[in-house]
Structures are given as structure tokens and as C-alpha cells.
């Protein structure tokens, strides 16, 4: 008996496929994942659907999925832009620090009347800006790998975040590690319960990035660029220039995903402040990686794991960590299923006596 | 056309040998090979005979390179049977192939660049040194276990050489050799292990005519001893001028096997195309218009940094073709890069219609009417994951008619994108947006890339091997449009190994030998094996005097 794995390419991907894929692959990770559910003696299928279904059904767990996914689709889409020139930005998460930082400042600092909250906006996209500038000068420039540039970058912003909230930005009451409270003009303003207007700012902004890569000179150059550089050079277009300007984007995105965290929600800067988004932006933008509409449904269907998990902990006593395990089986069969998309796998036993002829590609 | 023969299927208990030809010593019976959504080889039958030069002719994708795979082994029929003096053969691996004596020179040589000749030539068939054979004991087990023998095969090389007139020294380091000498190398790979049947994909591609020539005569000295050859090539002059028979594949179907002497070129071009070729083309004098590029004194380096280009000179007029001609690495890719602003020069300068663009980003010189039709063109003329529609548009898509105001005008781009299509009749384009530039067939890809760049109306259009890897058909296409532009006006610069389109295109003929013209002329004023020569750099003064050329011109 010998058994083959043939893995080939596609040539067509079948549009059932294409569609179906993600939806098989996470039914298939929560099939994987209630065995921890059940070892931990809960019904999966009860917990599943007071995961998913109750959470996206009841207007408090729909309301509470957007203001999630607030974060998640703005650095979704800092992560999603620079990849459409093929450029990694993995550092998601420390333009996040650097814009929640600035934008902190002015909250506190200036005193703008009406203007404030535009101020602060403007002052986290500067500021996420400038550090998604550094790997992109140096990308565009020296031709130094973003991948390792943006994430040491997020080190320094992060270690940087734990010093002014323990030195010059420490404030409030008590000694605690935390900024003081933004004043109620920087606070971002509730549109139903927590909902708050955050989420027109990712809507326009999905838009905004929509039109950038489908309909401008800069969108058609960023493409093209990401998809063979010899071939956009030879044409004309300025490879150091496009890397340059996706990464300041990207960055700027990023230092709004962290603003409005901290103006809508959290209302001080702290050190753990974000629970990940930067780096949880990168398979939303895996997923999303067609097109900015499908980074805000894969920004939004992440937010929905979140808030669904939260529901389980709670309603069933489930230890965070498990719901922690589910989301991360959802994360992991979602980019096999890319895979999965791109080629097909057969198995095969075959029973037969020596010398049976096993076909081979060279 | 004859008609073609379809073979009784033998069942299992059969086995007899059905020898229609009966100086047939191989034959492929019925072979089809099927690969996802193509029959690459559709019931093809092919006999060998003894000590014969059998041409396999055929353009890209018609099947020679699969139907020979399946020969060496390397694949496995779907249906079809070998067989080998009335014996099936069951060919699972190149192993089992030469074993039963069938030896294949790959296009691409399968050398190990550090090793010697005797190294590679006996690379899987070790022989203990000759100090450990008989002796006993545990010495004697672990030096005929690890030893390595090279006075015996050194011998062998010598005597094969000698017998072949082969004329290759066993101990050199391949990485020294040429590209004529290291095929050497591969044919005596093959004859050191005994083959009678030699399998030649392309051999002439990466050979310069003198070393194609030498090739010829090792050939003829090979079937002269009784081995048979198969001959795989698409160029028309080599296989009419050497082969015996010649078997024709189209589209994966077995068109004929014809006696060489029976057919002319024109009739093997017709079965391999389906359709009448044009050989020679109608050129048309055209009066010789300004100064379009002027090269003065060209410097520039490779990409590790050695120079390629040693002060350069050419000028090219509006509807003048200059054919530069020369072997690839001798500074044909920098010249090209140069030229279109890829590439920064060391010294010199580059002036067109009298604005010097020297050291200018390439954009500049997309905008001052430059185009380039690049010799990698999977690298440097498209993008193949992105559609028909964005490579179309690729180098004009800053025009204010494809969108103002910093946005495109996508409907526009579909519009010029089917236009260019229709024109060039470029086949496998459903739908614009669809298909990407990389499911285009090479000829396809190539008039795709071709069309983008002479639409622009270019002053000067920089041509790199404009028909490299297309087929015999998109040749014909090609130069035609070359020649069409010519008389519109484009002054252009044509950079190519074949001398057959140097000698057919050109106006003005340039050899280009190591990062210099060694030779300036015009096709009326020399012949191909002048060129030929200067292209392994001998000048003509040399080759009066000289019987043995100095330069490494094939010989060793």
C-alpha cells in the first residue's frame, strides 16, 4: 500500500470555491475547536450559537461588534494598503501606539473648542505617519526589508508608550501607569449606546481606500508596482516613491485605529491599551486582500469573534484562554483556506503491487 | 500530408513485435499524454531507425518536449507503448532509460559548473580507486566503499573523445569550458554510458553558427558509428540542413514523418503552422530620416559591477533598423538597459532628437519617445498577474485619455486594451480584464507587449530579441511590424543572437563583442559567417591571415 499527496495548482478557482472556502474552513475550525469546549464540559453547539448567532442577532452584541471593529478596520486597512504593493507592513501595531500617543497629547493639550476632535485625528494620522515614514524611507531608499523595519518599530513604540506614561504624560489620579482623562471636547461622541462616531471615520476612510487602489493614477501604480517592480520601473513609475507613500499611509491609518480607541472608548493612554489590533489586522488584510470593502467584512467578522467570545466566557464560565484557542483555530484554517483556494490536494491509497506506474509532473 | 497510421492496440497477452518499417529499431506507438486541461501528445507515433538524424520539428507547445519526456522517462504516457527492438519498455526514470541505451542532452545542461570533465562524466557511475580493488579486509571494503577512481573513466573520455572527435580535456573544470565545449561534456555523459539512441533537445540555441557547425559534424560522426539521433529544434535551416528524416508535431498531433531530401523549407514550415509562411519579407527602401539616438562613448556595468560596456558608439536615424548582433553576455542586456534609462551609465552619453537623457529616470525616457521591447518580458514587460487591461495601458496610462485629474478612466482602458487585441490579433483574449498577461502564450504575450509599445508611435524603439521562445507564425508577425514601423519612421535599435533576422531586418549591422563594436556594417556589404565570426570576436583583418582563431571560438 503507498499513499500519495498530490498537491497542484489551480487553473480556475470554481466560484462556489472561492465564495465557500472561508466558510467551510471556519466551520471546520470550530469543529477542531470544541473539543476544548467539551473537555472543559460545555455543549459546543450552545456555545457556538451564543457565540455567533445571539452576538450578531441582539442589538447590544451587534452594537458592540461595530465599536470593535472600529480598530480593526482601520489598522486592517494600514496593513491592507501597503500590501497591495506588496510591501508587509507587520508593524500595524506600534503606528497604533504612536498615533494613540499624539493624539492623546492634543486631546489634553490643546484646547481646540469645535476643532479639538478633527486636531486630534489629524495629529494621530501625522503621528502613525511619520512612524510607518521610517521603514518607507528606508524601504524606498536603502531597499532595507519593511518586514523586520515596522516591527522593531513597534518595539520602540511601545516601550516609548511605557515611558510617558510613567514620566512626562503620567497623570490622573493616584501613580498609576495611565495618561490623565481626555476632556469631554477631545471624547469622540456616542451614536447608539457605545457606539460611537468612530465608525463613520473607518467607513469613509474603507471608501477612501476603495477609491485610492480602483480609481486613481497613484491606486493603478501601487498595483502594478506590487505586482512586478521591474516591469513599473521600466514603465515609468517611481518604485521609491510608491513604497514611500504606502507606508505613510498605511502608518496614518494605524495612528487613527489607535485614536479612536482612546477617544472613543478608553479615554486615557495606557500601556496595554490595544489588545493586538495591529498584528490581528494582519489576516484581515490576508483576507481582505481583494479589496477594501472585503477588509471591513473580514475587520467585522473579527470583531464578532471577539465580542462572541467575551459572551462565552461569561454566559458559560469558559476560561479566557479557550475562547482565546477558538479565535486563533479561526485565524489559522482561514489562511489554509487561501491555500487551500490556490491549489488542489488529493489523497491517494493505492493498493496495487510494485511496479504500478505513479504518474509524475516534472 | 500523409495520412496517419493508427496502431492496432496490443492487449496484455500479446506481445509480439508489429514492425511496419523494417529498419525500424524504436518506436513510440499511439503515445498520449494528457496534463489538466491540454493533450500535450495525442496518439503520437514516431519510428526510429538505426544511425539516423531524425529531426523532431514542431513550434512551442506542439508537443516535442513532452513526447521526448516521455522517451527519457521523465513522464509516463497516459496511453502508447515504447518499444525497443520488438521489446515494450516500461520507462519510469531516466535510470531506466539509459539503461535500455536512450541518452538525452538536455537544453539546459545538467553540469556541476566546479567538477571536472571526468568528475562530471562519471557523477553516478563511481569506480573504487584502482589501488583498493582486491584488496581484502576492512581497508580494502572501506576504500572501494569511498574511494574514487578517476584513471578509468579519464580513459574511457579519451577514447570516446578520440573515437568522436570530441576533443575534450578530461581534466578541466567545466566552469572553464564554453558553451560548445560543455556540450561536449553532455553528449559524452550520454556515450560513456553506452546510449545508441541520442536525445537532442534545442541543441543550437545557446551555440554560435561555428559551434552549431561543429555540433553538425559531431553528429554526423555519431550516426556514422551506428547511433541514431533526435534532433529537436524549430529553426528550419538547421534541421533541413542536417537531419535525415524529419517528423513534424502540431498541436500535439503527428502531422507526417518525411525523407529531409523530399521536402522543402516551405513545406515543413506550412505542416508545422497549419498555413502558408512568408520567408523572405517585402523590405522596401526608406529614405533615411534626422538623427533619432546618439550614443557617444558608452560606459556601463553589469550587475556585479564589472564593466560590460567599453565605450560604446551608435547612432541610429528615423527609418533605419540597426541590428546589433552578438552572443548573449557580451553586453547586448546593458546596451538595452542603457538605452531606455534602466540602467546608469558609467561615462558616456545618450542623446535623443538632440536632448541628452543621460542619467534620467526611465520615465523620462517613456516620455521622450522610447520603447523597449525587453528580452526577459515575464520581468520587464508585464506584470503577469495583473489582466490584458493594466499591461496594455502600462506605459501610457498617464495620458489624459485614460482619466485627468489624477484618476483613471478604466472604461477607456478596456476600450484601447480590445483595440490593441483586435490590431495585433492577439489570440487567448476573452476578456480584457479577465485574462491575465501571464495566461497569454509567449507569442501572444509578446505581440501583447509589442502592441503597447509601437501604438505609442515611438521615435526610437529599443528591441531586445524581440522573438525569442515564440513561434515560427509570431516570428513572422513580429517583423513584419517591425519593418512597418520602419517605414512610419521609428528609428530602431534590433538586438538579437539569430542572424537570420539581423541579416532580414537590419539596415545597418553592429557586432557586439565583449562591451564593444567589433564590426560595423551593412547586410549587402558582408555575409553570416563574417559576422558570425566577429561575434566570437575575430575581426575580418584576422580571419584573412588566421587559420586558427586565437579567440575562443569553439575550439579547444
Redesign the interface.
Given at each position: 500500500m503507498r499513499l500519495s499527496v498530490d498537491v497542484s495548482a489551480r487553473e480556475d478557482i470554481p466560484p462556489w470555491l472561492a465564495y465557500g472556502a472561508p466558510v467551510f474552513t471556519v466551520i471546520a475550525a470550530l469543529v477542531v475547536g470544541s473539543v476544548t469546549l467539551v473537555a472543559v464540559g460545555v455543549n459546543p453547539l450552545a456555545a457556538y450559537v451564543d457565540m455567533f448567532v445571539v452576538t450578531a442577532t441582539q442589538p447590544f452584541g451587534i452594537l458592540q461588534t461595530l465599536t470593535k471593529a472600529i480598530p480593526l478596520v482601520l489598522a486592517g486597512l494600514a496593513v491592507y494598503l501597503p500590501l497591495r504593493a506588496n510591501l508587509w507592513n507587520i508593524g500595524a501595531q506600534g503606528q497604533i501606539y504612536l498615533g494613540a500617543i499624539v493624539g492623546t497629547w492634543v486631546g489634553i493639550n490643546v484646547d481646540g473648542g469645535a476643532f479639538t476632535i478633527p486636531l486630534l485625528l489629524v495629529g494621530a494620522a501625522v503621528g502613525g505617519g511619520l512612524w510607518g515614514a521610517v521603514p518607507g524611507w528606508l524601504r524606498a531608499v536603502y531597499g532595507v526589508n519593511e518586514i523586520i523595519t515596522t516591527l522593531m518599530m513597534t518595539f520602540i513604540a511601545t516601550l516609548f508608550t511605557n515611558y510617558l506614561v510613567r514620566g512626562p504624560m503620567q497623570g490622573g489620579s493616584g501613580n498609576f501607569p495611565q495618561s490623565a482623562s481626555l476632556p469631554q471636547a477631545a471624547q469622540l461622541p456616542f451614536i447608539v449606546g457605545p457606539l460611537h462616531v468612530g465608525i463613520v471615520v473607518a467607513l469613509l476612510l474603507t471608501v477612501a481606500v476603495w477609491v485610492l487602489i480602483k480609481r486613481t493614477r497613484l491606486g493603478y501604480e501601487i498595483v502594478f508596482t506590487g505586482s512586478n517592480p521591474d516591469a513599473a520601473e521600466q514603465a515609468g513609475m517611481d518604485r521609491a516613491r510608491i513604497y514611500f507613500t504606502v507606508l505613510v499611509l498605511g502608518g496614518a491609518l494605524a495612528g487613527l485605529a489607535g485614536v479612536v480607541e482612546i477617544a472613543g472608548i478608553q479615554y486615557r493612554l495606557r500601556p496595554g491599551f490595544s489588545p493586538g489590533y495591529g498584528f490581528t489586522a494582519i489576516p484581515i488584510a490576508l483576507l481582505g486582500r481583494n479589496g477594501a470593502l472585503q477588509v471591513l467584512v473580514a475587520s467585522l467578522f473579527f470583531a464578532l469573534v471577539f465580542v462572541g467570545g467575551s459572551t462565552i466566557t461569561v454566559n458559560y464560565g469558559v476560561p479566557a484562554s479557550i475562547v482565546s484557542i477558538i479565535q486563533a483555530l479561526i485565524i489559522l484554517f482561514l489562511i489554509t483556506a487561501e491555500f487551500v483556494k490556490q491549489y488542489s490536494v488529493s489523497l491517494g491509497i493505492e493498493r496495487a503491487a510494485a511496479g504500478a506506474s505513479v504518474g509524475e509532473g516534472a | 500530408m500523409s495520412p496517419t497510421i493508427i496502431w492496432p492496440r496490443l492487449t496484455g497477452s500479446v506481445v509480439s513485435s508489429v514492425a511496419a518499417d523494417p529498419d525500424a529499431f524504436l518506436e513510440l506507438r499511439g503515445i498520449t499524454k494528457r496534463f489538466?486541461?491540454v493533450v500535450a501528445n495525442d496518439g503520437v507515433d514516431l519510428t526510429l531507425r538505426r544511425g539516423e538524424i531524425h529531426g523532431l520539428l514542431g513550434e512551442n507547445g506542439a508537443g516535442k518536449s513532452t513526447l521526448m519526456?516521455v522517451l527519457y522517462g521523465?513522464?509516463?504516457a497516459d496511453e502508447g507503448e515504447v518499444v525497443l527492438r520488438g521489446e515494450f519498455l516500461?520507462l519510469?526514470s531516466p535510470q531506466d532509460a539509459i539503461e535500455h541505451g536512450i541518452g538525452m542532452v538536455h537544453q539546459h545542461f545538467k553540469l556541476i559548473p566546479r567538477l571536472s570533465v571526468v568528475e562530471n562524466v562519471a557523477l553516478g557511475e563511481r569506480e573504487p580507486a584502482a589501488q583498493f580493488r582486491g584488496r581484502g579486509g576492512l581497508v580494502g571494503r572501506l576504500g572501494r566503499a569511498f574511494s574514487l577512481g578517476l584513471a578509468g573513466p579519464r580513459q574511457r573520455i579519451r577514447d570516446l573523445s578520440a573515437e568522436y572527435g570530441l576533443d575534450v580535456d578530461p581534466d578541466a573544470t567545466v566552469l572553464e569550458l564554453d558553451v560548445g565545449q560543455q556540450q561536449r561534456v553532455e553528449i559524452l555523459k550520454a556515450l560513456y554510458r553506452d546510449v545508441d539512441l541520442l536525445i537532442l533537445d534545442e541543441p543550437t540555441a545557446v551555440l554560435t553558427p561555428q559551434e552549431a557547425e561543429r555540433l553538425f559534424e559531431t553528429l554526423e560522426q555519431l550516426t556514422d558509428q551506428g547511433l541514431t539521433v533526435i534532433f529537436i529544434s524549430h529553426k528550419l535551416n538547421e534541421v533541413t540542413a542536417i537531419t535525415d528524416r524529419v517528423t513534424v508535431l502540431r498541436d500535439g498531433r503527428k502531422i507526417a514523418t518525411v525523407e529531409t531530401a523530399d521536402v522543402t523549407r516551405a513545406e515543413l514550415a506550412e505542416m508545422m503552422v497549419g498555413r502558408e509562411v512568408l520567408f523572405s519579407l517585402e523590405r522596401e527602401p526608406v529614405p533615411v530620416g534626422d538623427e533619432v539616438l546618439a550614443v557617444r562613448g558608452l560606459h556601463a556595468d553589469n550587475d556585479r559591477g564589472v564593466e560590460a560596456l567599453a565605450g560604446v558608439d551608435l547612432t541610429v536615424h528615423a527609418g533605419e533598423i540597426v541590428g546589433v548582433a552578438g552572443v548573449s553576455g557580451n553586453g547586448q542586456k546593458e546596451l538595452a538597459e542603457c538605452l531606455?534609462g534602466?540602467r546608469r551609465s558609467t561615462a558616456g552619453s545618450i542623446r535623443v532628437l538632440g536632448d541628452d537623457v543621460t542619467g534620467r529616470?526611465?520615465?523620462?525616457?517613456?516620455?521622450v519617445g522610447i520603447s523597449?521591447v525587453?528580452d526577459d518580458r515575464y520581468?520587464?514587460?508585464?506584470?503577469?498577474?495583473?489582466s490584458v487591461r493594466?499591461n496594455a495601458a502600462?506605459?501610457d496610462?498617464?495620458q489624459p485619455r485614460f482619466?485627468e485629474h489624477?484618476?483613471?478612466d478604466?472604461g477607456a482602458m478596456v476600450a484601447y486594451a480590445e483595440s490593441l487585441v483586435e490590431d495585433f490579433d492577439i489570440r487567448g483574449v476573452t476578456d480584457v480584464e479577465a485574462v491575465h498577461a501571464g495566461d497569454l502564450s509567449g507569442g501572444n504575450l509578446q505581440k501583447l507587449i509589442l502592441a503597447r509599445e509601437l501604438d505609442r508611435e515611438p521615435k526610437v524603439l529599443v528591441a531586445n530579441k524581440p522573438t525569442r521562445g515564440v513561434d515560427i507564425g509570431a516570428i513572422e508577425y513580429i517583423r513584419e511590424r517591425l519593418l512597418e514601423k520602419r517605414t512610419d519612421g521609428t528609428g530602431t535599435v534590433l538586438i538579437s543572437e539569430e542572424l537570420d533576422e539581423i541579416f532580414e531586418l537590419s539596415d545597418r549591422i553592429l557586432v557586439l563583442y565583449e562591451g564593444e563594436f567589433v564590426l560595423e556594417t551593412t547586410p549587402d556589404a558582408t555575409n553570416q559567417d563574417e559576422v558570425g565570426l566577429a561575434m566570437t570576436g575575430v575581426r575580418p583583418e584576422d580571419a584573412a591571415d588566421a587559420v586558427e582563431p586565437a579567440a575562443g571560438g569553439g575550439s579547444a
Open positions: - | 489538466p486541461g519526456k521523465l513522464y509516463t516500461r519510469h531606455v534602466l529616470p526611465p520615465r523620462h525616457f517613456v516620455d523597449y525587453p520581468r520587464f514587460g508585464c506584470a503577469p498577474a495583473l493594466d502600462m506605459k496610462y498617464r482619466g489624477g484618476l483613471i478604466y
